[in-house]
């Protein structure tokens, strides 16, 4: 079984940061990416930032320049840092992470989700 546990969300003003982490554990062979997505109330759920393993990383147009992906793949941790947070990044935000581990002999890429934290930007 593998897990993501996530943490670091909360009620932060206009203008503030956040950090989020998420750990995988469980049966891990390797990690491939691992990103972070959001979804606000009445929205889909929508990718904010990925990391691959190799260090190629994307993110949504609307934070480039305020959130900051990062990785330790030796604590298979992936995280987030958000900076200059606005109302619209009122969400849940999500880990997820493309796994490979070993089924029924097999090695098999696998997708799991975190159970999502809140994050809340007042004015």
């Known amino acids: ?3 993501l546990v996530e943490s670091g969300g909360g009620l932060v003003q206009a203008g503030g940061s956040l950090r989020l982490s998420c750990a995988a ?8 990416r691992m990103g ?3 979804q606000a109330p009445g929205k889909q759920r929508e990718l ?10 994307n993110y949504a147009d609307s934070v480039k320049g305020r959130f900051e992906i990062s990785r330790d793949n030796a604590k298979n941790t992936v995280y ?5 947070l606005k109302p619209d990044d009122t ?5 997820n992470a493309d796994i490979y ?5 097999s090695l098999k890429l696998t997708s799991h989700w ?3 934290t809140q994050v809340t930007v007042s004015l």
């Open 48 to 57: 904010v930032a990925a990391l691959t393993s190799g260090g190629t990383s």
């Open 25 to 32: 554990s469980g049966r891990i062979f390797s990690i491939n």
């Open 114 to 116: 975190g159970q999502g």
């Open 101 to 105: 581990n070993w089924i029924l002999g």
């Open 36 to 38: 972070w997505y959001r």
């Open 80 to 84: 987030l840092q958000m900076n200059s």
């Open 91 to 95: 969400a849940v935000y999500y880990c």
């Open 1 to 3: 079984q593998v897990q």
